[in-house]
């Protein structure tokens, strides 16, 4: 018994082969549609509810009249309340809590890229929860 089978002659992979690719392609179309509409279906739920702290930072370097395009496309106001959020969707609104102090920002810009940091807040943002550099905070999606 030198070959690949009992009876030494070399075995069909390609017929083989072919009938698994469309058995596992099929199954993909089919499960991979229902697992990506139950993921959805959690991200429309948990995270709505879910929390996240850490410390979040306020943009520099911003020319005072503002003008820079964000990630979104739109021009980025210094006197706005938004903020910049690495995952977060583009138009989210947000309660960002730092200590007593609450305000509530719309996610239109991505970032922060630095390590331990969560959100990035425009300077009018922070000036209401009182941050002047860095500070402890935590962010809620707000429903409405």
Not at 34 to 61: D, Q
Request: hydrophobic share 45%; with cysteine.
């Amino acid at each position: 018994m030198t070959g690949w089978h009992d009876d030494d002659r070399p075995r069909e992979i390609v017929p083989d082969l072919i009938w698994y690719v469309s058995i596992g392609f099929w199954a993909t179309c089919i499960f991979g549609t229902a697992l990506a509409l139950i993921a959805a279906l959690v991200w429309l739920t948990v995270p709505a509810r879910a929390a996240e702290v850490g410390i979040a930072s306020v943009y520099r370097g911003l020319p005072s009249e503002g003008g820079r395009r964000t990630a979104s496309g739109r021009l980025l106001d210094p006197g706005a309340l938004t903020a910049a959020h690495r995952s977060l969707p583009f138009g989210t609104l947000v309660r960002v809590t730092h200590g007593a102090r609450s305000v509530d920002v719309r996610i239109n810009d991505r970032g922060p890229f630095v390590r331990g940091r969560v959100i990035d807040l425009t300077p009018a943002a922070a000036g209401r929860l009182g941050i002047s550099g860095l500070g402890r905070v935590r962010i809620e999606r707000v429903q409405r």
